[in-house]
């Protein structure tokens, strides 16, 4: 599995943007990037996911660069409830029916009141 | 919709003993894949069941054995426990349709081992 890289903790104003960084360097052309977040207590969820173009939901944004060595997680406004680690993931073509998610330590944002 | 359960919350058992953690998937969902967290550190990959078959396995030996029953749901069995076993330990459910599908994750069970 492509390796991913992420700082090991942030911290961001309330009601500010966050801008969460990953380097994924080895990627390969047919790798997905996918963000999880786990908030304390709680399992993973989903956060969003990418391939080359960038993306927005009702959570987030997912920034792509050109090369696709790199992407950053953008939280328009952060809350309090957005605390948590952040995962950034890299899901390539493989089996039928594999759903293998391989989590580094990810990056603990602290939200500051 | 029910998302994904797991059972029980919490357990303690002592070294050597033998335990089963359950998970109920998402409704629809076809694949189900248990994962091993340790303190401080991010979800490990155990293994994966897709249409009751096992599907993928992580670095893990053999002592850790699952199953998926025909309604999707799912166990998780680990025997002769080692203190290292204590972690939490979470299962996701998905319906496969690629690299891309998002998964469901339940709330673990922590598994305390003495």
């Known amino acids: 599995d492509a390796k991913t890289t992420q700082p090991n903790s942030m911290e961001s104003n309330e009601e500010e943007p966050v801008h969460l960084p990953c380097n994924h360097s080895t990627i390969s052309g047919t790798d997905y990037i996918h963000w999880y977040r786990q908030l304390p207590s709680q399992g993973p969820e989903y956060v969003i996911h990418?391939?080359?173009s960038n993306v927005n939901n009702r959570m987030a944004s997912l920034a792509i660069a050109e090369d696709r060595k790199s992407s950053t997680l953008i939280l328009h406004r952060a809350t309090l409830r957005d605390a948590a680690v952040y995962y950034c993931i890299l899901r390539g073509q493989s089996n039928f029916g594999n759903e293998k998610l391989t989590f580094g330590t990810g990056t603990r944002l602290t939200i500051i009141p | 919709e029910t998302g994904v359960t797991q059972s029980p919350t919490h357990l303690i058992k002592t070294r050597g003993q033998q335990v089963t953690l359950r998970c109920s998937s998402q409704?629809?969902?076809?694949?189900v894949s248990w994962y091993q967290q340790a303190l401080g550190q991010g979800p490990q990959f155990i293994f994966q069941y897709y249409r009751e078959e096992e599907n993928g396995r992580g670095n893990f030996p053999p002592r850790f054995s699952g199953l998926q029953f025909p309604n999707y749901s799912s166990e998780l069995n680990v025997n002769a426990l080692e203190l290292d076993d204590s972690a939490l330990y979470l299962c996701?459910?998905?319906?496969?349709?690629?690299?891309?599908?998002?998964?469901?994750f339940g709330p673990g069970t922590r598994l305390t081992v003495l």
């Open positions: 990418g391939l080359t």
């Open positions: 409704s629809g969902h076809n694949t």
């Open positions: 996701a459910s998905s319906l496969w349709l690629g690299p891309y599908n998002e998964q469901f």
